[in-house]
């Protein structure tokens, strides 16, 4: 392959491995990022350990199955460990099928990701924040704000400053909002259970109570709302002004759960119904039903109302008003348009020469390792394709 010149705007996972993936395809690379190092989110992500795949990768754990599959299918969780293992790296899969470095320290990652570019002769500017991308004759000039500007035949746009660039060319943009991220509630049905942890299920309902999405797992109550790996990932549809109904038995059916709660009071009707719970919700829990249904807790267990908890049970409703500080959030939901993008290749259908890879695109996946996986993924998708593009650019040698 004829050498052609490819600049990657940002360094964080998908510009890195876009910059390993063109070099390794024969480009000249710049990588241009706007901070003074790369790969800041790497260090900070899955709490310093970097969760960084699944092995239960596949289409559907993303906001658009479509979109993803062709990527996912070029480059799969064990390509992805394959990868890293060229660059020295160890890695585990633990029970939940989350992949992490050996070392467990996320820096592991961030190393081999920066000797190997290193060593493939990949040119760094830091301090670069970019303005605008340009065309001018074949080539394409990536423009900053302080006035440089590097020239190359391909540009990937690999990280979330690098949006408005898009915009200027005529992408569009979709409204950005954070994700994976704690739910914030209507907190007085709730009150006294900050702390309290709970496995059930849950699910996200609009306006008009129709079900956005479903999970189950460990619930965390907090004083300002919901939090918990389940609540993260309820998170990616949830608006203010849904709903977020909880299930505290989603293996026993709404009947059963009645039929459960008269055999109870059968059995255990001489207890008032502040211990009527007890050895079957967390006592927090239990009395925060009763307040629910507007039962003082010195009522006769014989005299509930097995109906009206039965519901409770197993449709709790809290009001969502919104998410939890966004500066939690492990992802952000939302920017370029994906009908703009050629899914397989990750090119531009709108400005020839154009990449993306990573945040900057519309989308996002569950927790646990799915999105730094599309992360890396469409990193090395886009940049095989702009190391390509980039060499058909240059033209046959005279």
């Known amino acids: 392959m004829r050498e052609g010149r490819v600049a990657i705007v940002g360094g964080g996972a998908a510009g890195l491995c876009a910059a390993i993936s063109a070099a390794r395809a024969g480009a000249h690379v710049t990588l241009l990022e706007a901070g003074p190092r ?8 899955g709490n310093g350990r970097c969760n960084l795949s699944n092995i239960a990768v596949a289409p559907e754990a993303y906001n658009d199955p479509g979109f993803a599959a062709p990527v996912l299918a070029e480059v799969s969780c064990e390509d ?22 050996i070392t467990n320290a996320a820096n592991s990652v961030l190393d081999v990701l920066r000797l190997e570019y290193a060593h493939l002769g ?58 994976l991220v704690p739910l914030t509630t209507d907190t007085r049905s709730i009150r006294g259970l900050s702390g309290v942890r709970v ?55 709404a009947l059963a759960m009645e039929r459960l709660l008269a055999e109870r009071v059968g059995n255990l009707g001489w207890r008032s119904a502040g211990t009527f719970f007890n050895g079957m919700l967390h006592t927090r829990v239990g009395q925060a039903i009763l307040r629910a249904a507007e039962v003082p807790s010195g009522t006769p267990g014989t005299s509930l109302d097995v109906s009206a908890l039965a519901r409770l049970l197993k449709d709790f409703r809290l009001a969502i008003t919104g998410t939890g500080d966004p500066e939690q959030a492990q992802v952000t939901r939302g920017g370029a348009a994906l009908d703009q993008f050629d899914a397989a290749t990750l090119a531009s259908r709108v400005a020839p020469g154009v990449f993306a890879a990573g945040e900057v695109l519309d989308i996002d996946g569950r927790c646990g390792g799915f999105n730094l996986h599309w992360a890396w993924a469409s ?20």
């Not at 090395?380 to 058909?392: F, K, L, T, W």
Request: glycine share 14%; with cysteine.
């Open 38 to 45: 790369v790969g800041r989110k790497i260090l900070a992500s």
């Open 80 to 101: 992805i460990r394959a990868f890293f293992g060229e660059l020295g790296l160890f890695t585990y899969a633990d029970d939940e099928g989350r992949v992490y470095p």
């Open 122 to 179: 990949v040119e760094e500017r830091f301090g670069f924040e970019v303005a605008r991308i340009e065309r001018g004759g074949n080539a394409l000039l990536v423009r900053s704000r302080e006035g440089e500007a590097a020239e190359a035949g391909a540009v990937i746009v690999a990280s979330g400053g690098g949006a408005s660039a898009l915009e200027s060319l005529g992408h569009t943009r979709n409204p950005l909002w954070p994700a």
């Open 199 to 253: 496995r059930c299920a849950g699910s996200v309902l609009d306006s008009a109570g129709a079900v956005l999405a479903t999970e189950r797992g460990e619930l965390l109550f907090r004083d300002y709302g919901v939090s918990g790996i389940m609540v993260l990932d309820l998170s990616r549809v949830a608006q203010p002004g849904s709903t977020l109904s909880l299930d505290f038995f989603p293996d026993v059916d």
């Open 379 to 398: 990193g090395i998708v886009a940049g095989r394709g702009a190391a390509a593009h980039a060499a058909s650019a240059v033209g046959d040698p005279a």
